[in-house]
């Protein structure tokens, strides 16, 4: 089992920056060896998948996100990092952080499906 707990989420003016940590614990697997990945979910509509990587290291994001966007994780500390830059209205969502042992074929990367375990998520609030 692996639990995942968020922090970071807040509110924030368009165009601030915010950065979402999520730490993992309790499984003796090595973390290196999973894929983890950033969703979000607005009111109404489906969890979609922002940023993830892969266990090899490679890195995928949606298009919304794509240059604003910065997905890390530093194995030490058994945590994965959103660092969000020019944020903007549509980017207000509750923030999920997954994860998956093993690989994740890249084209699936950013699928819901994908990811067996998940954090309850850090709220994301961004107004003009």
């Known amino acids: 089992q692996v639990q995942l707990v968020e922090s970071g989420g807040g509110s924030v003016q368009s165009g601030g920056s915010l950065r979402l940590s999520c730490a993992a614990s309790g499984s003796t697997y090595s973390w290196s060896s999973m894929s983890m990945g950033w969703f979000r979910q607005a009111p109404g509509k489906e969890r979609e998948g922002v940023a993830s990587i892969h266990s090899a290291g490679w890195t995928n994001y949606a298009d919304s996100v794509k240059g604003r966007f910065t997905i890390s994780q530093d194995n030490a500390k058994n945590t994965l990092y959103l660092q969000m830059n020019s944020l903007n209205v549509e980017d207000t969502a509750m923030y999920y952080c997954?994860?998956?042992?093993?690989?994740?074929?890249?084209?699936?990367?950013?699928?819901?499906?994908?990811?067996?375990?998940w954090g309850q998520g850090t709220q994301v609030t961004v107004s003009p």
């Open positions: 997954a994860a998956q042992y093993g690989g994740i074929p890249l084209s699936r990367l950013l699928s819901v499906d994908e990811y067996r375990y």
